[in-house]
């Protein structure tokens, strides 16, 4: 996405001129002076109720916290990894199927969708959680979360896809075609190729969405970094750090793959002909 | 030209494109109206009409890129079927080169060559790539092979895609509008390209407003005009005198316009 918003901002606004210019250092300025005031305020009230106290924070002396932190982000990338991976797959059926000439397959594909679309996470978890055993379903934890996040989210990616798939132009598909190519053989060599070119900055975005969705890993018991992060706060009862500390990772990580979204995007776009 | 002498004889060979009755509506308007039209093996026919006439259409019918509301269209004598494998293995013999050259954009040029016989004509790698690169140095850019579409320029685009075509040995060619897309400068490039096939013995229909390429290249021209074949001429015949008022009026304002 905001690959994307880059492009957007450059398209609608000109380069600044010499007063603008001159109220956005202003603006700065402003913004950066209430920033370090909040900072302080912040960090003030944490002295004043004793969040800064050592007691709080000598547990990241230890090297045994970091390791079952670190514990915690492997059970949480691999549920992230897991899940994108079977959502991507899902994703691409309902895309397929959204598309298809059988109206009926397509009917049913769209409904699928806006169910993925509709139903909040922390719904498909109940279910997986509650319902499905059940109903005689008894998964391993990994899956209780691992599934309802992909299933969550594959709704959204088949959107994706599908507007890379129409935002490839229909003369690809006709010079395919009359190179006698079947219809099969136009969407996995010619269209999809591209459109999935295309979407790469958005399918990034979503993953940063599937790692947020992974925190409810707590709910199913599921050793991820936000259940490892409950766990130290009730051993240590030291609410504040361990938060602190647990946000500060999961910011690092999707600002990471900010990044990579930046970069694709950017690769894209110098390499002539990979856009377009 | 040996052209006269054999015209008796070619008319008894099946032609390799016939269209018999067509006709086509989108929505009310009336593209296509009873078009009758075939052509022998070798033939050059030029279709030449105003803008808006229904030249793509009557082109893009032939390989059934357009599908027709009545008639019928036969290659090498073999009805068009509306769908389905033989469909694509009829369109697969006639080639299609468009006014925007619809390289595949994710490819490199090599590839956009053998991705043809490779895919459906299950050519070996090796093989498809020997020949495309023949093919590419017959229309004169096999130096670009590594590239990709957009790294060309539009006439070395538009004689990749000519050679895109003719990897998969077409029986037939179709161009509409090859060089309207393109800058002046490299016009010639491609109709150099096209010539040298016609010179060869394609069977080729084009659609173009090149006036001295029509003139220098058809073996006949179409005059065509709100979806009706009007006339129907030998290049020398249409240019000097033509039969009917309306491609009189069109060719004068080319003369015009060129002024
Ligand atoms: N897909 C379409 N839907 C509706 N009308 C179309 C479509 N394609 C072409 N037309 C119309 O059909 C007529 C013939 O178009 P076309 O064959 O492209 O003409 P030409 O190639 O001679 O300029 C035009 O009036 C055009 O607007
Ligand atoms: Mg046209």
């Known amino acids: 996405m905001s690959a994307a918003n880059v492009t957007i901002r450059d398209a609608l606004y000109e380069a600044p001129g010499p007063k603008t210019k001159k109220r956005i250092r202003f603006f700065t300025v402003v913004s950066l002076v209430v920033l370090a005031a909040l900072i302080f305020l912040i960090i003030r009230q944490f002295y004043v109720t004793g969040q800064l106290d050592a007691k709080y924070w000598s547990l990241f002396t230890r090297l045994t916290t970091w390791k079952f932190l670190a514990g915690g982000l492997a059970g949480t990338l691999k549920v992230a990894l897991v899940s994108s991976v079977v959502s991507f797959a899902i994703a691409f059926l309902m895309m397929v199927g959204r598309i298809s000439k059988n109206k ?4 049913i594909s769209t409904a699928l969708i806006e169910l993925s679309r509709g139903i909040p996470t922390l719904l498909f978890i109940y279910f997986f959680f509650l319902v499905a055993p059940q109903l005689g379903l008894k998964l391993p934890t990994f899956w209780k979360i691992t599934l309802p996040v992909a299933l969550s989210a594959a709704g959204v990616v088949a959107e994706v896809l599908r507007s890379g798939v129409n935002a490839v132009p229909k003369g690809q598909t006709e010079a395919a075609v009359a190179l006698g190519m079947r219809d099969a053989t136009v969407f996995t060599k010619i269209v999809f ?9 958005s399918l990034i975005s979503e993953l940063v969405i599937v790692l947020k969705d992974t925190t409810f890993a707590y709910v199913v018991s599921y050793a991820d970094l936000m259940q490892n992060a409950r766990v130290l706060i009730s051993n240590y009862d030291a609410l504040l750090s361990v938060y602190l500390v647990t946000a500060l990772i999961y910011i690092l990580i999707n600002y990471l793959l900010n990044k990579a979204s930046v970069a694709v995007a950017r690769h894209r776009s110098a390499v002539p002909g990979a856009t377009k | 030209m040996a052209q006269e002498q054999n015209k008796t004889e070619r008319s008894e060979q099946t032609p390799v494109i016939e269209l018999r009755h067509v006709d086509k509506h989108y929505g009310s308007l009336h593209v296509l109206k009873d078009v009758n039209l075939s052509v022998q093996k070798g033939e050059v026919v030029v279709i030449i009409g105003p803008s808006g006439s229904g030249k793509s259409t009557l082109c893009r019918t032939i390989n059934r890129m357009e599908t ?10 073999e009805h068009l079927p509306e769908e389905g494998k033989k469909l694509a293995q009829l369109r697969s013999e006639v080639g299609m080169v468009f006014q ?24 070996p790698k090796k093989e ?3 020949e495309a690169l023949r093919l590419l140095k017959r229309v004169g850019v096999d130096t ?5 579409p957009a790294q060309l320029s539009g006439g070395q685009q538009q004689r990749v895609a000519i050679a895109r075509t003719l990897a998969m040995h077409p029986k037939a060619i179709l161009f509409d509008e090859p060089t309207s897309a393109l800058d002046p400068e490299m016009i010639g490039e491609v109709l150099d390209v096209i010539t040298e096939l016609a010179k060869e013995g394609m069977t080729m229909v084009i659609v173009t407003h090149e006036m001295n390429f029509a003139r220098r290249v058809a073996d006949r021209i179409i005059f065509v005009d709100h979806g009706v074949i009007l006339e129907e001429n030998t290049p020398e015949a249409f240019f000097t005198q033509p039969k009917t008022q309306r491609a009189r009026d069109f060719l004068n304002t080319l003369k015009g316009r060129d002024k």
């Open chain 2, 128 to 130: 498809a790539q020997e």
């Open chain 2, 144 to 148: 670009q092979a590594h590239k990709v």
């Open chain 2, 68 to 77: 027709i509301d009545a008639g019928e269209i036969l290659i090498d004598g």
């Open chain 1, 193 to 201: 190729p591209q459109a999935f070119r295309y979407v790469i900055p």
């Open chain 1, 104 to 107: 009926i397959v397509s009917w």
């Open chain 2, 100 to 123: 925007s050259f619809n390289l595949f954009a994710h490819k490199t040029i090599l590839d956009n060559v053998t991705i043809g016989p490779r895919e459906v004509l299950h050519t």
